[in-house]
């Protein structure tokens, strides 16, 4: 190949990249920078994520009555796994024919100490094992200068919930010594030599 050929083809390409970087640049105008993400505050998903971090929820419903027109007691204990100041507020979100018999419908949580806990309780009627029906607590604000919120979602027949079965399973597992096999393990109770 001649040195003729490779400075034509040299020329035309630069010629060829000039003109089309300079088109491009020109017939286009510059995008506009899209700042939306960066100044949204954190969203819902964030703010649960960011509660695990700052407090645990623990429910006791052990004292849910049979029927309707009894009262119920439902306790939600509060664990904080890290120093909380006060400033985080709850409240309880009933639903159509719960009423509320004892305690606050809505209040703030005291500062908490890391591992220090707080218990919440409220007495209502109309939340039995008669019927199923839902009631949640909803806990929301700023935690060391975060947004968080966290709701439990509470159930007045919690043994027809998938979760509940298999957790009895589980346990029920563990008493007899079977493992996630299904095989009796080597350190069962019947293996034991006493």
């Not at 969203?43 to 429910?59: H, I, N, S, V």
């Not at 007691?73 to 009933?94: D, F, M, P, S």
């Not at 949640?136 to 947004?147: D, K, V």
């Amino acid at each position: 190949m001649s040195i003729s050929n490779i400075l034509k083809s040299f020329l035309i390409m630069a010629v060829g990249g000039f003109t089309g970087y300079s088109v491009m640049n020109y017939t286009q105008k510059p995008l506009e920078q899209n700042r939306f993400m960066a100044s949204v505050s954190i969203a819902k998903m964030g703010q649960e994520q960011m509660a695990r971090q700052f407090f645990d929820l623990q429910t006791d419903l052990s004292q849910i009555a049979k029927n309707e027109s009894d009262v119920s007691e439902i306790k939600i204990t509060v664990t904080a796994l890290k120093n909380l100041n006060a400033g985080l507020n709850y409240r309880w979100i009933l639903p159509p024919g719960v009423n509320m018999v004892q305690g606050p419908l809505q209040d703030q949580l005291p500062s908490l100490q890391t591992g220090e806990t707080k218990e919440l309780t409220i007495k209502v009627n109309g939340f039995s094992k008669e019927l199923r029906k839902y009631l949640s607590l909803e806990i929301s604000g700023n935690a060391n200068q975060f947004p968080v919120k966290q709701e439990v979602l509470v159930s007045s027949r919690i043994e027809d919930s998938l979760e509940y079965l298999i957790q009895q399973s589980e346990k029920k597992n563990r008493q007899n010594g079977v493992n996630k096999m299904g095989k009796k393990s080597k350190f069962s109770a019947e293996n034991i030599v006493r």
